[in-house]
């Protein structure tokens, strides 16, 4: 099971690396008005929390032979296959979960900050 959350948290991970990368690029561009870059930032942020909202509902429906997890997984420490679809779907979920809730408390920052910024006038 250890091994399960090891690899969903590095498959998820990646994932919101890239998608922060992204999120990060877009707020350099706009750097010349930190309070818009940081708009775009909360903006792009809480749409990648929803992202993950999503894929932790399709988590509990999704085959567990088609997951990311799974193929990264070692054959011989591979759940049986009555207990594969609970396990994978619970795991994942799990994932999904925790760096929604990671990822919204980065957006909620980036809001307050561009609030900051268009209440000093900046």
């Known amino acids: 099971m250890e091994e399960m959350r090891r690899i969903a948290f590095e498959i998820v991970q990646r994932a919101c690396l ?3 990368l992204t999120i990060f690029c877009v707020m350099v561009g706009m750097s010349f008005e930190p309070r818009l870059a940081f708009q775009a930032g909360g903006t792009l942020t809480t749409l990648m929390a929803l992202i993950l909202l999503y894929k932790a509902r399709e988590a509990l429906t999704k085959d567990y032979r088609r997951t990311e997890m799974w193929l990264y997984l070692p054959k011989d420490i591979r759940p049986p296959e ?4 609970w396990a994978s779907s619970t795991i994942l979920r799990d994932t999904y979960l925790t760096f929604a809730l990671w990822t919204s408390a980065i957006a909620i920052a980036m809001w307050a900050v561009a609030l900051l910024f268009a209440l000093a006038g900046v």
């Open 18 to 20: 890239f998608g922060s």
């Open 82 to 85: 009555a207990h594969a679809q």
